[in-house]
C-alpha cells in the first residue's frame, strides 16, 4: 500500500498548496475520498454475502454438498470475516490515574472553561500519567459508527514544566482537536484510516489469494491518495489547534509553551534518564524517587548553554512529512511570535509557580510518590538484569586491561576492552580506546560504527566517516547508521543532506526486502555452483548430521544470487528416509529440525529433495562438482 517517500512528499506539498487557496473544497474532496473508500466495501462485502447466499440457496433446494462447494463457502467467508471484523475498529483504552472534580477542582475548572468557550464535547475521563505530553483521545464504542467515549491525557512532567499560562495554551491546543464540527470530521477520518489498516492486515494474514485479490489493485490506488489528503488535514488540525491556544491563552504563551516543551523534552532525553540510567553501575535496585527528582529538575532552570543550543537546533529543523506536527519555527510564525521577537531572545521562561502546583496543590507530592512506585516497580527487573549484566562486563574489563599492561591485545580483544568501556563508563572513555583499535585495524566495521555513533552524539561530523566505513561493511547495520545521520542532520536543519541519507535507507530497505526474498526458497531453476566452505567446515557440518538417522544423503552447493552477492548462500539438500506410515508434515518437520539445530559458516537454506514441492532440484544439485557430502 505504500509509494516511494519522494512521490508521498511532491504529493503531500502539492495537496498543502491546495489547502492553503481552498480549505474547504480540500475538506470536501477528503470526505469524498472518505465516502468512497466506504463505498468500496460496502460493496464488496454486498457480492460477498451474495454469492454466500447463493451457495446457502444451492445445497437447500437441490440437497447436495461436496467438498468443493464447503472449499468455496470457506473461500468467501474469509475475505467477509476480516471485512465486518475490521469495521468494528479498537482502539485501545488509555491508562492513567483517574482524577476527580473534589480532588482537584481547579484543574476541572479550567477544563471546564475551555471546553465551554470551544464548544468541545465533554471528558468523560481525564487521566494524569507519568509522560512528558497532552493528549486528546477517543475511543469509539460502536467501530466505524463513532459514539465517542473522550479521555483527556495529562502528563504531571509537562505540567510540571510550565507556567499557568502555558499549560492552559497546551490544553487550549489538544481541546482546539475536538471543536466545533473539525473534530468529529478529523475523528472520522482517523477511524477510516485504521479501519483499511486493519482489512489489509488480516486479509493477509488469512494468507489467502482470493482475499487479497479482491482489494490490492483498489488499495494500490487508493491508499496512497488517501493517506497523503488525510496527512495534510491532520496537519491542517494542527495549526488550527495552535490558533485555538493563542485565541484563548495568548500568542506570547502559546509560543512560550512550544518553547518550553521543546527544551524541557530534550533535557529529559539528553541529561536526565541518562543520568538516571548510569546509576545501574552501581545500585542494584532502581532509585526509589525518580520521578519526585525529575518534577525538581523541571521546575528549576536549565543551564544557559544547554538551553541555547537545544532550541538553536530545534528553530533550525524543517518541517517534514515524518510526523504532522509542524517544525517549532513554522508554529511560531503561524503565531506571529518570531516576527516581533528576536531568536536571540528566545528562551525557556523560568517558571516561578509550576502548573502542577497551581493545578494539583496539596495532591501534587502524592501522585509524584505514586509514579515513583509504578516507575520502580516496572524497572526493577529489567535494571537488575543490566547490574547483574554490567558487574560481569567490568570482570572481563579489569581482565583485559590487566592483560593489555604485559602484553599488546590482538584485534578481537582490543575490541572488547574498547566495548565494555563503553558500556560500563560511556562514551567518553571509549574515545582514545576506539580510536587505538582503528589506528591498528582500521577496517573494524564494530569499532567504526560505535566511534561513529558516539562523535555524532558529541555534534562532531567526523562521526560520519565512521559510519560510512562501517555500512560498506555491514550491509545489515546501513539503515540504523542511516538514521542516525539523517537525525544528525536534521536537528541541525539540513534538511537536503538528511533527505539523502532517508532516501538511502529507504533504497536499502528494498533491496534487503528482495535479498529477502530471494534467499527464501530453493528451486530447479535457480542457478547453482560448487560451495566455497573449508574441508573442515565441511567435516564439522556432516558431524552434525550424523545423529540424525534420517538423513540418507546430503547435497551442499551454493546458490548464484543477485542482490548482495558478496553474502553467499549455500543449499543443503536433504533426502530423507521415509516411513510407513507419516502424516503430510514428515517433511516439513525434518527440515525445521535440522534449521534451528545446524550450525552454519554461512547463510544456509535446507530443503527436503525427496518431495514432491523440490522438483527436480535432487538431480541438478547432484550435478554439481562436490556437491554430495553425505551419504549413508
Known amino acids: 500500500m505504500a509509494i516511494n517517500q519522494k512521490e508521498f512528499d511532491k504529493l503531500v506539498k502539492n495537496l498543502e498548496e491546495f489547502s492553503q487557496r481552498h480549505p474547504g473544497s480540500y475538506r470536501l474532496r477528503v470526505a469524498l475520498f472518505a465516502v468512497l473508500g466506504y463505498a468500496y466495501i460496502f460493496l464488496i462485502l454486498a457480492g460477498l454475502f451474495a454469492l454466500i447466499g447463493l451457495v446457502v440457496f444451492a445445497i437447500v433446494f437441490s440437497r447436495y454438498i461436496n467438498g468443493y462447494i464447503i472449499k468455496f463457502g470457506i473461500l468467501l467467508l474469509i475475505p467477509a470475516w476480516a471485512i465486518v471484523s475490521s469495521l468494528w475498529v479498537t482502539f485501545p483504552h488509555p491508562q492513567g490515574l483517574k482524577l476527580s472534580r473534589d480532588r482537584v477542582p481547579h484543574l476541572f475548572g479550567m477544563v471546564d472553561e475551555l471546553t465551554a468557550k470551544l464548544e468541545a464535547p465533554r471528558f468523560h475521563n481525564i487521566l494524569l500519567n507519568r509522560e512528558f505530553n497532552a493528549a486528546v483521545v477517543q475511543v469509539p464504542r460502536l467501530g466505524i459508527f463513532g459514539w465517542q467515549k473522550n479521555y483527556l491525557l495529562l502528563g504531571l512532567p509537562l505540567m510540571q514544566s510550565l507556567s499557568l499560562e502555558q499549560f492552559k495554551a497546551v490544553l487550549a491546543h489538544e481541546l482546539g482537536h475536538l471543536s466545533g464540527n473539525h473534530s468529529r470530521f478529523a475523528a472520522w477520518i482517523y477511524r477510516i484510516r485504521k479501519t483499511w489498516l486493519q482489512i489489509y492486515e488480516r486479509l493477509y494474514q488469512s494468507e489467502q489469494p482470493g482475499a487479497s485479490m479482491l482489494f490490492n489493485s483498489f488499495l494500490q490506488w487508493y491508499w496512497p491518495s488517501f493517506n497523503a489528503y488525510s496527512f495534510t488535514l491532520a496537519r491542517m488540525d494542527e495549526y488550527e489547534a495552535d490558533r485555538c491556544a493563542a485565541q484563548l491563552a495568548g500568542a506570547r504563551h502559546a509560543a512560550e509553551a512550544l518553547i518550553n516543551v521543546k527544551i524541557k523534552a530534550r533535557f529529559l532525553e539528553s541529561s536526565f534518564w541518562s543520568d538516571i540510567q548510569k546509576q545501574v553501575a552501581d545500585r ?349
Open 284 to 632: 542494584v535496585d532502581p532509585p526509589d524517587n525518580a520521578y519526585s527528582s525529575m518534577l525538581t529538575f523541571l521546575h528549576g532552570a536549565i543551564a544557559e548553554a544547554e538551553t541555547n543550543l537545544w532550541l538553536e537546533q530545534a528553530l533550525a529543523q524543517k518541517t517534514d512529512n515524518a510526523d504532522t506536527h509542524p517544525c517549532l519555527s513554522d508554529r511560531l510564525k503561524s503565531l506571529g511570535y518570531l516576527r516581533t521577537r528576536s531568536p536571540k531572545l528566545l528562551q525557556s521562561v523560568t517558571v516561578q509557580t509550576s502548573a502542577a502546583e497551581h493545578l494539583l496543590g496539596n495532591s501534587l507530592q502524592q501522585f509524584a510518590t505514586q509514579f515513583d512506585r509504578d516507575w520502580k516497580e516496572a524497572a526493577s527487573t529489567p535494571w537488575r538484569q543490566q547490574y547483574a549484566y554490567l558487574q560481569e562486563i567490568q570482570s572481563k574489563l579489569q581482565a583485559l586491561e590487566q592483560k593489555a599492561q604485559v602484553q599488546t591485545l590482538d584485534e578481537p580483544e582490543a575490541w572488547e576492552r574498547a566495548h565494555y568501556t563503553l558500556q560500563v563508563r560511556g562514551g567518553e572513555a571509549a574515545i582514545p580506546l576506539l580510536q587505538d583499535v582503528l589506528k591498528t585495524h582500521p577496517d573494524c566495521a564494530e569499532a567504526n560504527y560505535s566511534l561513529g555513533q558516539i562523535l555524532l552524539q558529541k555534534d562532531d561530523p567526523v562521526g560520519i566517516a565512521c559510519l560510512e566505513k562501517a555500512m560498506t561493511q555491514r550491509i545489515d547495520w546501513v539503515i540504523d547508521g542511516c538514521e542516525l545521520i539523517y537525525c544528525f542532520f536534521w536537528q541541525r536543519g539540513q534538511t537536503d543532506k538528511a533527505d539523502k541519507y532517508r532516501d538511502r535507507a529507504e533504497k536499502h530497505s528494498q533491496l534487503l526486502l528482495k535479498a529477502q526474498q530471494e534467499r527464501a526458497s530453493a528451486s530447479d531453476r535457480d542457478q547453482l555452483k560448487p560451495h566455497t566452505l573449508e574441508p573442515s567446515e565441511v567435516d564439522e557440518l556432516k558431524q552434525q548430521l550424523a545423529p540424525y538417522s534420517q538423513v540418507e544423503e546430503a547435497y551442499l552447493v551454493e546458490k548464484v544470487v543477485t542482490y548482495f552477492p558478496e553474502k553467499k548462500l549455500c543449499i543443503l539438500g536433504i533426502v530423507r528416509k521415509r516411513g510407513l506410515i507419516e502424516n503430510e508434515n514428515a517433511a516439513h518437520n525434518v527440515a525445521d529440525l535440522l534449521a534451528k539445530s545446524l550450525q552454519f559458516p554461512i547463510q544456509a537454506y535446507i530443503i527436503i529433495l525427496n518431495h514432491s514441492s523440490s522438483g527436480n532440484l535432487q538431480k541438478k544439485m547432484s550435478l554439481v562438482e562436490g556437491s554430495l557430502i553425505l551419504k549413508r
